[in-house]
């Protein structure tokens, strides 16, 4: 931020903040404002609407001291620079929080102008000058005899300087009048610039936002419904479509007065409609479908049918009719299917899932419609599933940048979009790809205006927090959830402590993924693993006394390194190293196996290892199809397996490989499985077709018990402590808002 030379206040809102004197204004009147917080609002100032990251923060105020101090101090000086400011966490006027990475100071800053209102002196080049002649030359004196062979050397020594000296000053002008015509052009050359077009709280998060063709309306949707919003005053709309539950804008038709909207009724079935704007009733287009987008000419839709994993791609007319399907189920996920800008072509991103849930083959495929064929156009592991084709023929998708938890591959990690020029007649890359946002937060439903000069997105900034709850026998009832730690970030529990007093987690809170021991009656956690390797699974030894981790493959290195580290502390040690470990799990004492499962693109082997030695033992039977989700029984005799929302658990022994199906007396699926401390129940996670989150416990005859729910928040896992009297689990949310990209 540029200095003032004679006034050093910066001004925001009703406040003012004088840098030199380190002293905060409301309204004239001077506000009690510690020195650390203040120092705290300084940096921001000097960064206005940029992110200040945690690491920014440490290395100039807290430079010496340990990561668990500067943790505390850096939050305790954001809570106390909030309180002067009247300012809130969940609904930030002034200081945003990006979780896990820092802050982003987001109101108006006024800076004043430079005291001498003058700008800086441009440098001027020095003028060329002729290299100086000799004396003699120049007076024609000699001081001997010439001979005319002699004057005819000289005369030509003497044009030849000048002729050099003329051609270092031309070209030194041409460099310098080309220099100023391509600063001159650069600095004319608009520079790409992000505004926040929605401004919600962090329990009120945006779902699903589009921008009109003509950039003058944003359509978006929170848990609350679905608005219409005109970006120039900011004046909001709600829109009411009867009988829906969820609304979600997908797209606006040409004329820019009707939206493609998904919307889910109350039975769980997800249509899509057309929703006037400008009066008439809304109309259901497709039953049992999902919108992606409207070609460019208004006429069609793309909508994906099924659920998960056998999706399949249909065409229909603008009024829901002449469906054309365009690929079989066999097994696919579809994310983003878009139209190329004259409707020639269709670009859609198709996940392939093997019978591990975490590994898939993720691809932009491109679609002719006249052939009917579609061929690959780009294969990333890190493909996310938003996309958008830009009028002047650029394909913009989303890459993750790093997935905290690498287990998870819940859609939560970080990303950013890219733009690769495509020809559309030819279907060919015409170009290299182009980076075209930055920084952290997942970016996503993108949506383009028809000029090409506005891409709206959504910045996903997740948050998931661990908590921990009192069970009673026979896990009839849980006890109020309490939070473990006020930390941010993304916090995961995998394992308890032998004594039922520690919580083992795994958390990105100082931007890498490291493994902490917390006990639940202490507000900080400790340090168990930290480098820069991540982890991707914790699970405790049968004992209790030491935690099992995974680390994925580094780059030059064959298979996943499982390791061991004592809970008491000490270095990690390598148990064995393997490719493809898709879970692994021990059972607890009396029985002591440890299974890993190994995952192909058709089923799961599990094998019997050592969790000392490493020798491993092939248990001799695996299981087919995509059971993403596996969990060991504590006793040892039984493995659970589940698929995504499926109402029925497979249980296969362990002695004899045979396998059963546990049909469940309920139509919720479940999210994924872990065993109750005594072998007869699984705790399970759930949501219900309006997105409401619980926690279920299963019993081995199907019954379902929901112990609790949360309307407003994602429900992970379930960890239970060795004595059964305590569960640990995680719950999820976040901030979300639609930004607007210009100038890209």
């Known amino acids: 931020m540029p200095q003032a030379q004679n006034d050093s206040t910066v001004r925001f809102g009703v406040f003012e903040a004088n840098l030199a004197s380190a002293e905060l204004r409301k309204n004239g009147q001077k506000i009690k404002l510690q020195d650390q917080p203040f120092q705290v609002l300084t940096i921001l100032l000097e960064n206005p609407g940029e992110l200040v990251t945690r690491e920014q923060f440490r290395a100039t105020l807290w430079p010496a001291d340990t990561f668990v101090d500067f943790d505390h101090g850096l939050n305790a000086a954001i809570k106390r620079l909030r309180d002067a400011l009247g300012d809130s966490a969940d609904s930030p006027l002034f200081v945003e929080t990006l979780a896990r990475r820092g802050y982003r100071f987001i109101a108006p800053v006024t800076i004043p102008p430079n005291g001498n209102g003058s700008h800086a002196a441009s440098a001027l080049a020095s003028p060329v000058v002729a290299p100086a002649l000799p004396e003699s030359s120049v007076s024609g004196a000699a001081s001997e005899p010439d001979t005319a062979s ?34 001159h052009r650069l600095a004319q050359r608009p520079q790409p610039s992000e505004t926040r077009l929605t401004n919600n709280p962090s329990d009120e998060p945006v779902l699903g936002a589009a921008l009109s063709p003509d950039s003058k309306y944003l359509a978006f949707a929170d848990r609350s419904g679905l608005f219409l919003r005109e970006l120039a005053n900011g004046e909001t709309h709600s829109i009411d479509v009867p009988g829906v539950v969820q609304l979600r804008p997908k797209g606006w038709f040409p004329d820019g007065s009707h939206l493609l909207v998904n919307g889910t009724q109350p039975t769980g079935v997800i249509s899509v409609y057309n929703v006037p704007l400008l009066g008439g009733s809304p109309r259901k287009l497709v039953d049992n479908a999902s919108a992606r987008s409207v070609s460019p000419d208004g006429s069609q839709i793309a909508v994906v049918r099924n659920d998960w994993p056998d999706q399949e791609i249909w065409l229909f007319s603008s009024d829901g009719q002449n469906p054309r399907q365009l690929t079989a189920a066999s097994g696919d996920v579809f994310g983003a299917v878009v139209w190329s800008p004259h409707g020639r072509k269709l670009a859609f991103i198709r996940y392939k899932y093997g019978a591990s849930h975490h590994e898939s083959e993720n691809t932009i495929e491109l679609y002719d419609p006249e052939s009917g064929q579609s061929r690959v156009i780009l294969s990333n592991p890190v493909l996310s599933d938003s996309m958008v084709w830009s009028p002047d023929g650029r394909l913009i998708y989303s890459l993750q940048e790093r997935t905290p938890i690498p287990s998870l591959k819940s859609g939560d990690g970080d990303s950013n979009f890219w733009a690769m020029p495509i020809d559309e007649n030819s279907g060919q890359t015409s170009g290299a790809a182009v980076r075209l946002t930055s920084g952290f937060e997942k970016k996503m439903s993108p949506s383009i205006s028809a000029d090409g000069k506005h891409l709206a997105f959504i910045r996903w900034n997740a948050i998931a927090h661990v908590y921990f709850s009192d069970v009673e026998p026979g896990a009839r009832r849980v006890g109020p959830p309490q939070r473990l730690s006020l930390e941010e970030g993304r916090n995961y529990p995998y394992a308890w402590s032998s004594d039922g007093k520690s919580i083992v987690f795994v958390s990105d809170r100082d931007g890498q993924t490291h493994l902490y021991r917390q006990r639940i009656d202490q507000p900080a956690p400790e340090l168990l693993v ?128 045979k396998s059963q199906t546990l049909k469940l007396q309920s139509d919720r699926g479940v999210a994924s499985l872990d065993w109750a401390a005594d072998s007869q129940s699984l705790w399970a996670p759930s949501s219900t077709f309006t997105g409401t989150q619980a926690l279920l416990n299963i019993d081995l005859r199907g019954h379902v018990r929901q112990l609790f729910q949360d309307p407003d928040r994602d429900i992970g896992w379930a960890i239970p402590s060795a004595d059964g009297r305590h569960i640990a689990f995680w719950e999820s949310g976040g901030s979300s808002n639609a930004w607007v990209l210009k100038g890209f």
């Not at 209790?544 to 493959?553: D, I, K, R």
């Open 530 to 657: 930290g480098g820069n390797d991540g982890i991707t699974l914790v699970r405790p030894s049968p004992d209790g006394s030491q935690v099992l981790y995974l680390v994925p493959a580094q780059s030059g290195q064959k298979g996943m390194r499982l390791m061991r580290i004592s809970l008491s502390g000490g270095a990690p040690q390598l148990i064995l190293q393997r490719e493809n470990i898709d879970n692994f799990q021990c059972a607890t004492l009396p029985a002591t196996l440890c299974v890993l499962g190994q995952a192909t693109a058709q089923d799961i082997h599990f094998i019997q290892f050592d969790p000392v030695t490493g020798k491993q033992t092939p248990l001799g039977f695996g299981v087919q199809g995509s059971k993403y989700n596996w969990s060991l029984s504590p006793d040892g005799e039984t493995i659970a397996l589940a698929q995504w929302r499926q109402p029925e658990i497979q249980l296969v022994s362990t002695k004899t490989g």
């Open 150 to 183: 002699a004057v005819t050397t000289r005369t030509n020594v003497f044009v030849r300087h000048w002729m050099l000296a003329l051609s270092a000053a031309a070209l030194l002008i041409a460099g310098t009048v080309a220099g100023w015509i391509a600063a």
